[in-house]
């Protein structure tokens, strides 16, 4: 099972590499989380603020720190064109599970990165000894419920009303995938 000296891995598909989050990546991430489109789906909003997208990849990088998560910018092969980033958070060592997550950029949307990355990253997890995954989506991101679908992973559940954004409370949609 990851255990919180686990090696940074690059991973690799045939078109992306996925490389360990570092605080320079915040400066690619920013336009990405800037983006209403990209932003649609998540407990927040857009965000205006650099410092802010760097305060968020600082506390992901002690989160990887400490064993909890591991972050990963994706990046096409030919090309070397930043296309987003993806993680293996909420690492739970004695039960052996985790949770996935994902955000492209706009320009990389329809292109199977998504698919692509997170296939790496199932296959990384499930290397290393996690054998359960979980993810989460706002209800209504049907583009997301059908990556996780054609990954192999289940509804498991509805969280009403989860998350509060923009004054309403929004449901969220979990699911899981036994390795």
């Known amino acids: 099972m990851l255990a919180p000296n686990t090696p940074r891995p ?38 205006d603020d650099p410092q802010l997208v760097e305060e968020i990849v600082a506390g992901q990088l002690a989160d990887m720190a400490v064993g909890k998560a591991l972050h990963w910018s994706i990046s096409t092969l030919q090309g070397d064109q930043f296309a987003g980033c993806c993680d293996l958070s909420d690492i739970n060592r004695w039960h052996r599970r985790a949770e996935i997550g994902f955000m492209l950029a706009r320009e990389s949307w329809g292109q199977g990165f998504g698919l692509e990355a997170m296939r790496s990253v199932i296959s990384f997890a499930a290397a290393n000894g996690v ?15 059908n990556l996780l679908a054609t990954l192999g992973f289940e509804p498991e559940g509805l969280l ?5 954004r923009d004054g309403e409370r929004r449901d969220c949609r979990l699911f899981g995938l036994l390795l």
């Not at 054998?131 to 991101?141: F, W």
């Not at 009403?160 to 509060?164: D, K, N």
């Open 10 to 47: 690059i991973l690799e598909s045939s078109r992306l590499r996925l490389e360990p989050l570092t605080q320079a990546d915040a400066a690619r991430i920013f336009p990405m989380m800037n983006h209403p489109e990209v932003m649609a789906h998540w407990d927040i909003g857009e965000i």
């Open 131 to 145: 054998r359960k995954l979980g993810a989460r989506t706002h209800l209504g991101n049907r583009r997301s419920e």
């Open 160 to 164: 009403r009303g989860h998350v509060l």
